[in-house]
């Protein structure tokens, strides 16, 4: 499925799904109850539909996979957490873990291992508004600083 390329038309209505995650202090104690999950808010004035969002290859070894939202109404906001975590290309078998230590983890393995880190990693989001038209939103998630802090910043929408 292709997404939308051309400016939409300003008497349609459509959806805008938009991902927020901001993660600050995950590796302290004293923070952990200021860490909040990423959710997907659709900010437009007309329902999304098929709401899906592409696995996140965290490392060379680990990757994670989102839950399809079927229908994000107008104004209304979801938790994508936990996310489908692979730890490990050679097990089939996955468990699920709140996204912010998925990559508290794969940061911390690449560092145990004399690599540096990656830190950014790019999400995208498809959708449909009612009349079935694609679209697509990209945005990349971010290590800020240390110690870990995650944000989401947006690329670009098609």
């Known amino acids: 499925m292709e997404a939308v390329l051309a400016r939409p038309r300003a008497d349609v209505l459509r959806p805008v799904v938009v991902l927020a995650y901001d993660a600050a202090g995950v590796w302290t104690a004293a923070n952990q109850r200021s860490i909040r999950p990423p959710t997907l808010r659709n900010t437009g004035p007309a329902p999304a539909y098929n709401v899906t969002i592409s696995k996140l290859k965290l490392n060379d070894e680990s990757w994670c996979a989102f839950d399809p939202v079927a229908v994000l109404a107008p ?3 979801v938790t994508i957490d936990p996310v ?6 050679r ?3 996955c468990r699920q873990i709140p996204l912010t230590q998925a990559i508290s983890r794969s940061v911390v393995t690449q560092v ?3 690599r540096p ?5 790019t999400s995208r989001i498809r959708y449909e508004d009612p ?3 694609p679209y ?4 990349r998630i971010e290590v800020c600083e240390f110690p870990l802090r995650l944000h989401t910043r947006f690329v670009r929408r098609l």
């Open 84 to 89: 489908w975590w692979w730890p490990d290309p």
């Open 75 to 77: 104004g209304e906001v």
């Open 117 to 121: 880190p990656i830190t950014t990693w």
């Open 131 to 133: 009349s079935g038209e």
């Open 112 to 114: 145990l291992q004399g």
């Open 136 to 139: 697509l939103g990209v945005y």
């Open 91 to 93: 097990e089939t078998a």
